[in-house]
């Protein structure tokens, strides 16, 4: 099932995202259903909480078109460790059509847990580092929009609000239980 993505200033993307306390088929199929739409957006992540589902739990794909998908779900992920600096242009599937340069650590270390349970800690560096870091701070009701400066945050708030008006998302609504 493909969920409607929430755009800025909804409330739910500012909430501090509750950790998943067991992995159900409930929870596997809301990250199947978050990764189906992930792609559909399409998208490099989604998190939780863009959906409505205020719980840590994070999709990722950072192949590039053309290469075999790459997806991780990643629940309760927490970053460990930071290092270096790096910045790419980032968007966002809550802030459409809007991009900016972010300062971003171009090394992390993560601790997740699988939809079976295990958990793991790996080390990324670009690409899966910068989206690591994004999709995180949406657990914690942190945005992209957030480190910049408050005329360029009212610009992206401009251009999504152009863009709400231009474009009906036929996702449905998640349906907190």
């Given at each position: 099932m493909i969920y409607r993505i929430l755009t800025i200033p909804d409330k739910k993307l500012r909430r501090k995202a509750e950790p998943v306390k067991e992995i159900t088929d409930e929870i596997r199929k809301l990250a199947e259903d978050m990764a189906e739409t992930m792609y559909a957006?399409?998208?490099?992540?989604?998190a939780a909480p863009q959906i409505g589902?205020?719980?840590?739990?994070?999709?990722?794909?950072?192949?590039?078109e053309g290469q075999p998908a790459q997806l991780l779900t990643l629940i309760n992920p927490e970053i460990l460790e930071k290092r270096g600096q790096t910045s790419m242009e980032e968007g966002c599937l809550s802030v459409p059509n809007y991009f900016e340069e972010i300062p971003r650590a171009e090394f992390v270390r993560l601790r997740y847990t699988d939809l079976e349970g295990v958990?793991?800690?790996?080390?990324?560096?670009?690409?899966?580092?910068?989206?690591?870091?994004?999709?995180?701070?949406?657990?914690?009701?942190?945005?992209?929009?957030?480190?910049?400066?408050?005329?360029?945050?009212?610009?992206?708030?401009r251009r999504v609000n152009q863009w709400n008006k231009e474009h009906s998302y036929a996702g449905t609504d998640y349906v907190e239980r």
């Open positions: 957006a399409p998208g490099v992540g989604l589902a205020n719980l840590r739990i994070v999709t990722i794909d950072v192949a590039e958990t793991h800690e790996i080390e990324a560096e670009g690409m899966l580092a910068i989206a690591a870091q994004h999709e995180t701070d949406h657990l914690d009701g942190k945005m992209f929009i957030d480190y910049l400066s408050s005329l360029k945050r009212v610009s992206a708030q």
